[in-house]
């Protein structure tokens, strides 16, 4: 399980932080001209581009793109750990990998996404077929099953996704992020898989020991039950049901509004709609809705209700119930939505030891989409599913700013031994040894010169964590011994060449 | 390491490998307007989509875009095998990982592929930056590293880079596809880095086990000599190399005629390259170019040829000479290398075992290029800069049909206990008893049934490879002891319920 302690064991290992901000080089062409003419030896390829830039053209802008970024070494390393974190309880949980391309058909996305569709990206028309970045995990999942006839998976998949929003990096919102999504497809016994979806995000949620969280539950036959009972016309639901999603950012007055002004809605239904969605609560709130007069009548609204009185029991069962809610204004902004839908937001008080509190809203979601996969399918056969994603992007946000808040730092590599010499003239004896360590599986480093001094190989093990040195200057190669040494606590040790590689593995065992 | 022979150690495992042909699907609106209306509950956006199809809008092709795929979980599966084979090699090195994004500013891309440029993929203009998406990792790691001003890195990156190519997916040539690379910028002593590059090719190809191989190494110096004693002059180095390039897909006649027909060279000049890049060899052969009375007179070959004796000298210690071959009809097509190049070529002879022989070129490549980070800098400060990318997805390619030719099947999942019961109405018994496993960091799985045969339960067990199960019956339960099977042997013991996870830990130990 990821921990932040731990990951600071080998400290003082990392190379300063590189400055990730934005260098415009943009109309520096003075400087660049000057600078570029003693270019050298490379003759065409320079002269071609010192001609381009005399041209009038300029040097590149140095950034990513917009709301995109790169990752220096020590965001890669605490990704990597955070990912195999997440992917491993989706393993635990039985599931098996899937890739799908980053490029969609164009039309494979269209009409999936309600408001969304506006913030994807498109591809240039080069020429053949009109392609999309694909905008989530789930379509081109529903895509796969239908195009192979699957009717039944368990499946992860982590990968990109692209939106065109507006980025708001320090929150973790970004134009590119990684999606963590797990989901089960096929036609099950109710609620079983729904509740197993639960129990993964309260596990991914408390391994990583993010503080306090507390994952929402609601369903969008119970919400179109309510809607129903309001009043609102069917082809209403779902612009209701993404105006209702705007609760946990806006007060239910502005919400309110936007369902009279912009969606239509009588002052009536909208107010009858908020005595509703501002309920919450357990099984209580369960029993008290199945005895509601009007939700207690309508025929979706009581399939919601039962069905949500099911998980609750099979989340007792899991044990986890202290972390769920059961909350009427949770909507998910998404179109294909069917049922049960859930989202986890961590609370706020956790985050007092940082210096500046966190917010970040939902760090998982998901629901049961049991018409997706049907749109794909030329009968229109259906294969019900139910998936969570984890928002990997804002918990790695969370985990950024405490380790930087900490002071801490991760070893970005993992090296185990650095292979030194204390004299000149041995850079043979170097390259021989380390291609034995190579040869035998063990991570080796040696620095790439000649002679180096041998405080400045020491001093790279110390800079970057390599716990073992091995040496071989001309006393140990007369001797047929390597120089064993300790970097933390200094202690060096001859061992007989033969048996170095039993000894560094016996060193290193945990 | 990565062996073909142990994948199947569990085998029995894999579902049936879906036909991924595409299911064209366009001009069916018939059955599908006929089989949509039944769609039953869900109300709005069902009509909005039958509305639209109603209105002359189709289903959507099922296929993934030209060039691309998907990867079925048994694909998923040796894929990362796969990849963490290079990596593990990679870190064996001592390289940090970054991560950039798919996309870059068109502007960062355009002139550093020479006759590539017209492979990039463009987005559409959609308000804002001009984008593409990345066509290797070298030229954002060359970006990466002028933009945060490092000049010391070792660094590898394993992802997606885009080619708008003509896709020959048999011999693994796709529009999306997988690069792994490990480079070494920075300052050091000549062909140090540069010789580790080399051996990781070596350590990578071993380990795979993918047949004999052999590394041809040239430099563009030496290339550059050639061309220069050979009267062509200096502006057509770079488009002499990019047609010596095609020499291992056609033969020198057809080079030549290239070279005299579009490239304008003289045919007295043609031939006496025709010399020089038809010879290959070793040691020898670089001491007989040092003798060469042209070259030797000619100051860039003359280094170049200088290096790759030192280059040699360290393959030597490395002992990995006889998989060697310096050959100088090796160019290379992109623009920006400099000094050393090389390229793995798997030899025919060992896919004789295969139904059909493969042509899978070259598997591995790279090279020096020491002008590329500059071509970034404001003040073109230099960063020199060695590396090499694997061809992950012809390797993938060759061990995905010797896969297949052998009748061997990879598990796809890691469940290692399903959790079943014998009798009815013992749902709660088990999701109690899998969420204890979960819980203490057991792979496990049940049937999303209430009630499921148990014979079917222990199917599945056999269908997908998991070796144990654990049984609770109302026997079971009212001992407070679990019964645990080996799926394999089908030997079942009672262990005390508190004993339980110990025993499955004790059992699963390697």
Redesign the interface.
């Known amino acids: 399980m990821l921990r932040l302690g731990p990951f600071a064991a080998a400290a003082r290992c990392l190379p300063a932080r ?3 901000g ?2 415009c ?1 943009a109309g ?1 062409r003075g ?2 001209a000057r ?2 003419l003693p ?1 050298g ?9 010192r001609a ?1 830039a005399a041209g009038g053209e300029r ?8 709301g ?6 020590a ?3 605490l ?2 750990r955070l990912l195999s974190a997440v992917v491993s309880c989706f ?15 164009r ?2 996305l ?2 999936k996404y309600g408001e969304g569709a506006k913030l994807i ?6 020429g ?2 009109l ?1 999309a970045l694909r905008y989530d995990l789930t379509v081109p999942f529903a ?2 099953l ?5 009717t039944k998976m ?2 992860y998949h982590v990968a ?1 996704v ?1 939106r ?1 929003d507006n980025p708001a990096t320090t929150r973790g919102r970004y134009r ?1 992020f990684y999606q963590c999504d797990f989901d ?1 497809a ?1 036609q ?2 109710p609620m ?2 729904d ?2 979806c639960l ?1 993964i995000v309260h ?1 991914i949620l408390s391994d990583l020991q993010l503080g306090d969280f507390v994952i929402k539950v609601n369903d969008r036959r119970i919400l ?1 039950g309510v809607f129903d009972v309001c009043g609102v016309p ?5 612009p209701a049901c993404c105006t209702i999603d705007k609760l946990d950012k806006i007060p239910w007055e502005e919400v309110r509004s936007e369902m009279v002004g912009e969606k239509g809605l009588s002052p009536e239904a909208a107010d009858r709609i908020g005595e509703y969605v501002q309920l919450h609560g357990g099984l209580d709130l369960i029993e008290q809705l199945l005895q509601d007069p009007q939700l207690s009548q309508n ?2 609204a009581k399939e919601g209700l039962g069905d949500m009185k099911l998980l609750f029991e ?1 989340l007792t ?3 986890i119930t202290g972390k769920i809610s059961f909350d009427l204004s949770l909507a998910r902004g998404l ?2 939505y ?1 049922g049960v839908i859930f989202e986890a937001v961590l609370l706020q008080q956790d985050h007092e030891h940082l210096e500046e509190p966190l917010s970040v809203g939902s760090v998982a979601g998901g629901g049961r989409y ?2 997706l996969v ?8 259906k294969v019900p599913c139910v998936g969570v994603s984890i928002g990997i992007e804002r918990i790695f946000s969370i985990l950024e700013q405490r380790l930087e808040a900490s002071g801490e730092k991760l070893r ?4 185990q031994v650095l292979v030194a010499t204390p004299q000149k003239h041995l ?2 004896a170097r ?2 040894l380390i ?1 034995e360590l ?2 035998a ?5 040696m620095l ?3 002679d180096p001094k041998l405080l400045k190989q020491l001093q790279y093990c110390e800079d970057t964590g390599i716990p073992l040195a091995a040496i071989v200057g001309e006393q140990e190669l007369a001797d047929g011994v390597v120089k064993l040494r300790d970097v933390a606590t200094r202690k060096e040790v001859d061992i007989p060449r033969e048996k170095l590689i039993d000894e560094i593995r016996r060193r290193l065992e945990p």
């Open positions: 590189p400055r990730l934005p260098l080089l520096n400087s660049f600078s570029w270019a030896d490379r003759g065409a390829l320079y002269r071609q581009v381009a040097l590149p802008v140095l950034k990513t793109p917009k995109t970024r790169d990752h220096a070494p965001q890669a390393a990704r990597e393993k635990r949980h039985g599931a098996a990998a899937i890739d799908t391309p980053v490029l969609e058909l039309e494979t269209v009409g990206y498109e591809l240039k028309d080069q053949g077929e392609l895509r796969y239908a195009m192979n006839k699957i368990k499946r990109k692209y065109r590119e089960i096929g099950f016994d079983i898989p509740a197993e129990k596990e179109n069917e082809s209403q639901f779902i025929k979706v099979y069962l899991f044990g179109d294909y069917t049991d018409g049907g749109m794909f399918d030329a009968k229109g056969r970005t590599t993992e090296t850079l043979a390259m021989k291609s190579w040869d599986g063990i991570k080796a480093e790439y010169k000649k």
